[in-house]
T-cell receptor, first 112, second 111 residues
Framework: DADVTQTPRNRITKTGKRIMLECSQT?????MYWYRQDPGLGLRLIYY???????NKGEISDGYSVSRQAQAKFSLSLESAIPNQTALYFC???????????FGPGTRLTVL | QKEVEQDPGPLSVPEGAIVSLNCTYS??????FMWYRQYSRKGPELLMY????GNKEDGRFTAQVDKSSKYISLFIRDSQPSDSATYLC???????????FGTGTRLLVSP
């Protein structure tokens, strides 16, 4: 079984809808991250969490929120989706300083 | 100007060629440098890790850091079709727990 799983893998939704992307990990890591990947812009950090009680904004947090339900679970929500949130979303985990990050398979989100 | 610049490619080479992938950066405080490899429809995975300046070799892969020029490189010897992927550089400051990623270079190795 994969160490970092993301659900759903693909999602098409409409403008204004609320969407939740879920991430689970079995690596036992405290640190978890949400990124989005866009062509020409690379990976950009949305939110990160260093433990269950620690949530931090990344460089592009506007329009997103997160919930760390447990050490193993970190969810990303789009409260009211808009078309420019169409992207590939990755969850990642790490221990230590965070240089070795383990990524999930990604969620391809399309907002119409 | 982005903190980390990386040519998006694609870079097309024949099997067996030596490949050079590069990133430049503007923040002189970066001390930790990584290369991640991302296959199509997959998440990135760590390939090489280097602290400060110098070279690091692992099999066919060599990572090189030149802090004076703010330039890092990944060399792939005897490239294989299985090396076809997008390669992302990443880096961070000492004590700064977030990575800054380049945009990635897409590499295509033809048989």
């Amino acid at each position: 079984d994969a160490d970092v799983t993301q659900t759903p893998r693909n999602r098409i939704t409409k403008t204004g809808k609320r969407i939740m992307l879920e991430c689970s990990q079995t690596k036992g890591h405290d640190r978890m991250y949400w990124y989005r990947q866009d062509p020409g812009l690379g990976l950009r950090l949305i939110y990160y969490s260093f433990d269950v009680k620690d949530i931090n904004k990344g460089e592009i947090s506007d329009g997103y929120s997160v919930s760390r339900q447990a050490q193993a679970k970190f969810s990303l929500s789009l409260e009211s989706a808009i078309p420019n949130q169409t992207a590939l979303y990755f969850c990642a985990t790490s221990d230590g300083a965070g240089d070795t990050q383990y990524f999930g398979p990604g969620t391809r989100l399309t907002v119409l | 100007q982005k903190e980390v610049e990386q040519d998006p490619g694609p870079l097309s080479v024949p099997e067996g060629a030596i490949v050079s992938l590069n990133c430049t950066y503007s923040n002189s405080a970066f001390q930790y440098f990584m290369w991640y490899r991302q296959y199509s429809r997959k998440g990135p995975e760590l390939l090489m890790y280097t602290y400060s300046s110098g070279n690091k070799e692992d099999g066919r892969f060599t990572a090189q850091v030149d802090k004076s020029s703010k330039y890092i490189s990944l060399f792939i010897r005897d490239s294989q079709p299985s090396d076809s992927a997008t390669y992302l550089c990443a880096m961070r400051n000492t004590g700064f727990q977030k990575l800054v990623f380049g945009t990635g270079t897409r590499l295509l190795v033809s048989p």
